[in-house]
């Protein structure tokens, strides 16, 4: 790949004041990364340049059409000052392979890597201090031909942005209520569930908007054609614990792969706990809900790391897990997780990244 070229702002953006009222996805930083992709020539031109609008032609066919990725990460500022990113790799792997099923071209990974560390200290005193805080990173390629006929583009755009977030806990993990989605679907096996794009978010935000309204936090969602094995839990994967075993969906192309889901897995085996990626029905959580052996549940994802569950309502059944309470996992995975992207913890997974 070519050299980063690399334009700095000359009005740098006021900083937001207060880190405790950051929340999620308010704020942008000063610099863009920004590649194209032009058939016959690749990817080309990669440049961090002052944050700006991108201008289209009404006719570009993302507009449209909807062929796009994107991805999800974080930088984070150690107590030392140091900067980790946590498996980068894993998340350009997944791109390429979400780009592989939307007929988008495949870049370099670690040439993508390179740009993202690139980009983070260009605008590295965004990234907040404030305990439970970081710096949101959010790739995404899009397709820009002008034509409004379907097929796959021939001209796209590799963008990254950055946004400086807050504590998804500024009071401590709290249990959410979840609603066990019994009507919509989210993805089919053979449809791009296992790819993050905006499709799928698209196809979740109706029954999003009637549990919200119901007063339910997130959806989980069941298969889209029994309704009857578990899922993932709205944009994030779920795992259940149920006498002594640990249970989460396993993949087989409507789930997504997510970070934070194998970092679980790979974290809770290596104490010695017995983990099975298997399919798991909601008959099944709820017999054991009845039966006094669902002791924990939580959702796994990049924002929230975890997010333990408190009540499951499907149909008539009301399930309480753990009393509403944090379980004892829950709580252990999240200080261990956190701990460990943070740099308080000792990484032995090898797992974070130095971007400085
Ligand atoms: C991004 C995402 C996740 C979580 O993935 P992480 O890599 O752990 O952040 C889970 N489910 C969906 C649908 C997602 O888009």
């Given at each position: 790949m070519e050299k980063i070229r690399i334009e700095l702002t000359k009005e740098k953006k006021q900083k937001p004041a207060d880190q405790s009222k950051l929340g999620f996805g308010n704020y942008y930083t000063d610099h863009m990364f920004i590649m194209n992709y032009d058939e016959g020539q690749g990817w080309h031109d990669p440049r961090i340049v002052p944050y700006q609008n991108i201008a289209l032609d009404p006719a570009a066919m993302c507009l449209h059409y909807g062929q796009e990725v994107f991805e999800g990460l974080k930088a984070y500022r150690t107590k030392k000052g140091e900067i980790l990113l946590f498996r980068p790799d894993r998340n350009m792997a997944r791109m390429n392979k979400s780009n592989e099923r939307l007929c988008i071209p495949e870049f370099d990974e670690e040439f993508a890597v390179e740009a993202i560390k690139e980009l983070v200290k260009v605008d590295e005193d965004w990234i907040p201090t404030a305990e439970g805080t970081s710096l949101y990173i959010r790739p995404f390629i899009f397709a820009v031909d002008p034509?409004?006929?379907?097929?796959?583009?021939h001209h796209l755009l590799f963008v990254i942005i950055l946004s400086p977030v807050g504590a998804y806990y500024p009071e401590g993990l709290n249990p959410v209520k979840i609603y066990v989605e019994d009507?919509?679907?989210r993805a089919v096996k053979?449809?791009?569930?296992f790819a993050k794009t905006g499709g799928n978010y698209a196809a979740s935000l109706k029954a999003q908007d009637e549990a919200s309204k119901q007063g339910y936090t997130q959806v989980l969602w069941l298969d889209g054609v029994e309704r009857k094995y578990i899922e993932e839990v709205g944009t994030m994967n779920v795992f259940f614990v149920i006498d002594d075993e640990v249970i989460t969906p396993e993949l087989?192309?409507?789930?997504l792969s997510g970070v934070t889901r194998m970092s679980c897995i790979d974290i809770l085996r290596s104490w010695g706990l017995k983990v099975s990626e298997r399919r798991l029905s909601i008959d099944e959580v709820a017999q054991a809900a009845k039966e006094g052996r669902l002791k924990e549940a939580f959702g796994s994802g990049t924002a929230a790391v975890i997010s333990p569950i408190g009540e499951l309502k499907w149909g008539d059944e009301v399930m309480k897990i753990n009393n509403g309470e944090i379980g004892e996992i829950s709580q252990k995975l999240y200080d261990n997780l956190s701990g460990i992207q943070w740099g308080d913890i000792e990484d032995t997974f090898g797992w974070t990244v130095k971007v400085k």
């Open positions: 034509h409004v006929g379907v097929h796959p583009a009507n919509y679907v053979g449809g791009i569930g087989q192309g409507s789930i």
